[in-house]
């Protein structure tokens, strides 16, 4: 059960380096689906005014994520929130199981903010290098959003109901990123 839930934390953290406010609400309805379980302290996500607000959050985070400009202004500060997202998603996953793991749990919440961090740092590169092409959808940007956007609401899909394979995928974007 415990390479199980360390898959799905790192997968999680990879994928929050994408998008953390969509890995926190597929998380919180995976945990009102009985597919997973948040620690007590984290149980006020699932009430319906923290899923209303992680829902207001992914749009708005959605949205962002489309204007270049505004991506470069908030820069460094991507870096600070997909860490601490990552950060609070591995606080999600504390369980019994891997709490009997022989490393501490901040360091699995250091593991999952480098894990959520290089993600971004990636996807950032990449996305620089497609700065100006076109505009709307001319813009090669603008497909891969799209790409990336199909692409990250199967993978959470994957990380609730199959985590392994949300690993194994998102080595594999990670692998095609830096190719």
Do not use: C, K, N
């Amino acid at each position: 059960m415990t390479p199980a839930l360390l898959s799905q934390l790192l997968a999680a953290a990879g994928l929050t380096g994408i998008r953390a406010s969509w890995v926190l609400l597929a998380l919180t309805l995976g945990a009102l689906g009985g597919r997973f379980s948040l620690p007590p302290d984290l149980a006020f996500l699932a009430t319906p005014g923290g899923v209303a607000a992680l829902l207001s959050l992914a749009i708005l985070e959605h949205h962002l994520e489309q204007d270049e400009d505004l991506q470069d202004l908030l820069g460094l500060l991507q870096y600070a929130l997909r860490g601490s997202g990552a950060v609070v998603v591995a606080w999600a996953f504390r369980t019994p199981a891997l709490q009997q793991l022989p490393v501490p749990p901040w360091a699995l919440a250091v593991l999952a903010a480098a894990v959520a961090m290089l993600t971004h740092h990636l996807r950032r590169r990449l996305f620089q290098l497609l700065y100006g092409f076109g505009s709307g959808l001319l813009s090669p940007r603008t497909w891969l959003l799209w790409l990336e956007s199909g692409g990250l609401v199967g993978m959470l899909a994957a990380l609730v109901l199959a985590p392994g394979l949300a690993l194994v995928l998102l080595v594999l974007a990670t692998v095609a990123s830096l190719l």
